[in-house]
């Protein structure tokens, strides 16, 4: 086999990790979707509105343009939290059966206070002061 034909089988074989590595990593930090009553993310500008009609009693809405996760975790009763994992940085990917998830090492936290539920994640989620007017909640 010539060096010209090593190159292009390397390249070739380069160019296919590639293109497995890219849908790996997206799904590493894309906040992933999901259904309105398990929990999703919502894409959007900086500083987007909040409405208390978003967030499923019970579960929650992942917000990665705010890095924040806003819960309910029982009717009225919200809460918010960084939607980065304390264990390396990865934005959270999905609110379901009462966790708040992370796609990269499978830590996960209680919607309820953000404590760490399973995972090698070191330290809950660090929380958010919700305040609600009307029909919409202002993280800070």
Do not use: W
């Amino acid at each position: 086999m010539s060096q010209n034909e090593a190159s292009r089988r390397n390249l070739l074989y380069g160019a296919a990790a590639v293109g497995v590595a890219v849908p790996v990593l997206a799904a590493c930090g894309s906040g992933g979707g999901g259904t309105p009553s398990s929990g999703s993310t919502k894409q959007g500008s900086g500083g987007s509105a909040i409405t208390t009609t978003e967030i499923p009693v019970g579960g929650g809405m992942i917000f990665p343009d705010q890095d924040v996760v806003v819960t309910q975790p029982t009717a009225g009763h919200f809460k918010a939290f960084s939607a980065t994992c304390t264990h390396q940085g990865c934005l959270v990917a999905q609110v379901a059966a009462g966790t708040i998830d992370c796609p990269c090492h499978f830590s996960r936290y209680s919607i309820t206070d953000g404590a760490v539920v399973s995972g090698p994640a070191p330290s809950p989620l660090p929380q958010k002061t919700v305040t609600v007017t009307g029909t919409s909640l202002t993280v800070s």
